[in-house]
Nanobody, 124 residues
Framework: QVQLVESGGGLVQAGGSLRLSCAASGRTFSNYGMGWFRRAPGKEREFVGAISWTGARTAYADSVKGRFTISRDTKNTVYLQMNSLKPEDTAVYYC??????????????????WGQGTQVTVSS
């Protein structure tokens, strides 16, 4: 089991930027793909982005492509850099760790550990 703790959320004006962090502990972080998801009020959980265990491969939802960047360091943290934020990006953002080692996942079912979430609010 891995423990995930997100940070970096907050209130920002439209057009601004935020960087979310997700610190992992409890297993070999470098063996697992990671992902970011979000849930807006009244909506289903939505895939945002994913990164492979090496960091060489990434994937993004069309709604954030070109604005958000996911990255990871060699220790235990994955990041989500969010630029050109829009009011529709307002949501609780969750990081997740893949269920299986050396697996690149984008669907929620491919992730076995989830953080508690961090609120991002974008004002117009």
């Amino acid at each position: 089991q891995v423990q995930l703790v997100e940070s970096g959320g907050g209130l920002v004006q439209a057009g601004g930027s935020l960087r979310l962090s997700c610190a992992a502990s409890g297993r070999t972080f470098s063996n697992y793909g990671m992902g970011w998801f979000r849930r807006a009020p009244g909506k289903e959980r939505e895939f945002v982005g994913a990164i492979s265990w090496t960091g060489a491969r990434t994937a993004y939802a069309d709604s954030v492509k070109g604005r958000f960047t996911i990255s990871r360091d060699t220790k235990n943290t994955v990041y989500l850099q969010m630029n050109s934020l829009k009011p529709e990006d307002t949501a609780v953002y969750y990081c997740a760790a893949a269920r299986v080692q050396f697996q690149f996942a984008t669907a929620p079912s491919g992730f076995g550990s989830w953080g508690q979430g961090t609120q991002v609010t974008v004002s117009s």
